[in-house]
């Protein structure tokens, strides 16, 4: 995929760093994507560190960081066209942005609820809806959707997070019939508990007990690597769990 350029949501820190850090190693051009400038730079300072290599001039100039905060419609186009700008294409999207609040149903807001959606869910229609034009010029093109277990089983206390990540199973399943004509893939994956930090803000104290059983964002940001390129493997529409 030598050329090729990946937009990952919520790369600043977690399972979007990871996945991006992976893609650039492969040789993708790719966009560091979050609402939060200094997670950016982080990210991306990382990426030129590891690429630094006889050709560490050229790996510099394939990763760029974009702000933009993916549940606003007018910044999410800011971001896919910038990145058409400076690559020419968008060739996989990685749509992994997320929050979560820890409350039950009878206690949580509406302005808690909205922004849950928005930032899981929203902004992945909003993401892919942006990129599709291009991807379906182009006839090439990969989607995935970073869901969740929780987007396979209901768990008490996190009920807008259930509704955000069973709702991205189903964007993905019906994209992918919408885009299969295309050549374009779009796929789910459902990781179980992942060593993150929103896993320790859910609950410090369970995080502290159970932090060594986790999944490692790194394990997640394999297993999404290996569904954008073995593409005999993983087939359009179809959602992995991982855990």
């Known amino acids: 995929m030598i050329n090729k350029t990946a937009v990952v949501t919520g790369s600043g820190r977690g399972i979007g760093r990871e996945t991006a850090i992976l893609l650039c190693k492969k040789g993708l051009n790719v966009v560091i994507c979050s609402r939060t400038q200094t997670e950016i730079d982080s990210t991306v300072k990382e990426i030129k560190q590891i690429t630094k290599t006889s050709d560490a001039a050229a790996a510099a100039d394939r990763v760029i960081g974009i702000r933009c905060d993916v549940s606003n419609s007018s910044e999410v186009e800011h971001l896919i066209k910038s990145t ?133 964002p790194k394990d997640v940001a394999e297993k999404i690597t290996e569904m954008i390129f073995k593409e005999h493997q993983y087939h359009n529409g179809q959602s992995v769990e991982i855990g």
Request: charged share 20%; hydrophobic share 40%; with cysteine.
């Open 84 to 216: 058409i700008d400076i690559f020419k294409s968008i060739d996989i999207l990685v749509n992994n942005a997320g929050i979560v609040y820890v409350k039950k149903l009878i206690d949580t807001t509406e302005d808690e609820w909205d922004k849950t959606i928005d930032i899981n869910l929203k902004s992945s229609f909003l993401c892919t809806r942006a990129a599709l034009p291009f991807m379906i010029k182009d006839r090439s093109g990969v989607i995935i959707n970073v869901s969740s277990g929780a987007g396979k089983t209901g768990f008490p206390d996190i009920s807008a997070y259930c509704a955000s990540k069973f709702g991205m199973i189903g964007l993905t399943e019906s994209v992918a019939w919408e885009v299969a004509n295309y050549n374009i893939r779009v796929m789910a994956i459902c990781p179980g508990e992942v060593d993150t930090q929103m896993q320790q803000n859910v609950d410090p104290t369970y995080y502290k007990k159970n932090k060594q059983s986790m999944l490692q």
